[in-house]
């Protein structure tokens, strides 16, 4: 009987104690953007800067009428603008879940010159899978360690499977190239981006 007594108010103890963890409260809004995965976000937003800055300068490159390449400086400056449009969706979605956007910290493109389109494209397809396998650890956070399921319905719709569709054009533009003259191969492909 004396064992009884002790248990009965250890045990209403923790009942009381799970019923209170289980009342919501002002932090678990899940409006707000939780603080990890709005920093995760930021950091993808100067990523996605990056990789526009990056391509843009691929395009520079191959405008030039040293290297005159239009199609594929054309099909670079679309990838930049593309990168550009994924930094202002970042923008608009944190702003939109009531988080503040902190100064960019954006690296510069570290090659202004590549030795060939295939070098070009190499390099392309090394950011494209840094920029993918990011976004798969934003989504990762989102799930683990801010129980997100909206920011990743967000990413999911708006960004992974645009990075699966790049990963394979790419692949796709230098399987084209490598099965050619390099000369040649190059000089068709870029007509073709025309």
């Known amino acids: 009987m004396n064992r009884l007594l002790y248990i009965v108010p250890l045990l209403f103890a923790v009942v009381s104690a799970r019923l209170d963890n289980d009342v919501p409260s002002e932090s678990s809004n899940k409006y707000h953007l939780h603080e990890t995965c709005r920093v995760a976000l930021q950091n ?3 990523r996605e ?3 526009s800055l990056v391509y843009q300068q691929m395009a520079a490159h191959f405008e030039n009428n040293k290297v005159a390449r239009k199609g594929f400086a054309k099909f670079f400056m679309d990838n930049s603008n593309e990168e550009r449009d994924h930094a202002q969706k970042l923008i ?5 879940r009531g988080g503040t956007i902190a100064a960019f910290r954006v ?9 060939s389109a295939r070098a070009a494209l190499e390099s392309a397809l ?13 989504h ?18 708006n960004f992974l499977n645009e ?3 790049s990963i ?12 050619m003259d390099q000369g040649l191969g190059e000089y068709l492909v870029n007509k073709d981006l025309q």
């Open 49 to 51: 800067l990056h990789a």
């Open 140 to 157: 990762g956070k989102a799930e683990r360690d801010c129980t997100d399921p909206q920011l990743q319905d967000f990413l999911e719709a």
């Open 168 to 179: 394979d054009n790419i692949h796709r533009l230098l399987a084209t190239l490598n099965g």
């Open 44 to 46: 993808q937003i100067d």
């Open 92 to 96: 608009s979605y944190i702003n939109s």
């Open 126 to 138: 090394e950011l494209e899978i840094e920029v993918n396998n990011a976004l798969h650890e934003v």
């Open 107 to 115: 690296s510069m493109p570290k090659d202004t010159t590549w030795a």
């Open 163 to 165: 990075q699966v569709e």
